[in-house]
């Protein structure tokens, strides 16, 4: 699982949104913050130095994805954000070791464990019996007798 944070401008909003669903990624949560990049912009004061950079108004979009749709939802937030000028926003990709849906969380078991159960539930109904050469019955595929 990986997760995709995204600091976005606020006005790109939409088009993220309907580029991640398109992609068949339906799972975003939006926070409002406020920062500035490398272009921060110093402000003149009356007396001395310049003050401190203003804080300009900005989104965290944070999307959960399985491993192999992390570049399927890079490229619709990319697609989606991008006007061709400085501040943008900035992408980071995280790998998660576990994820835990807690509604319905199984005792002492995570998304990741449940996920495996299943790809060895289901390689075990494709695997097929077979004699060995000492006559004792195995199975071809994920696991050998």
């Known amino acids: 699982m990986k997760l995709i944070t995204a600091f976005i401008q606020p006005a790109r909003l939409d088009g993220i949104s309907r580029e991640l669903l398109a992609a068949n990624i339906l799972d975003i949560t939006v926070t409002s913050c406020c920062g500035h990049g490398r272009s921060a912009v110093l402000v003149p004061s009356f007396r001395g130095g310049p003050d401190a950079p ?13 491993a192999r749709k992390a570049d399927v939802a890079i490229e619709a937030i990319v697609r989606a954000a991008r006007s061709g000028s400085s ?39 494709n695997d ?11 199975t071809i595929g994920s696991r050998q007798a």
């Open 54 to 66: 203003d804080l300009l108004p900005t989104l965290l979009l944070e999307v959960i994805v399985p």
């Open 87 to 125: 501040g943008d926003g900035k992408l980071v990709v995280t790998t998660l070791d576990r994820v835990v849906r807690i509604a319905s969380h199984p005792a002492a078991h995570d998304l990741t464990e449940i996920r495996r159960a299943r790809i060895r539930r289901v390689r075990s109904r």
């Open 128 to 138: 097929r019996p077979v004699a060995s050469p000492s006559g004792q019955y195995g």
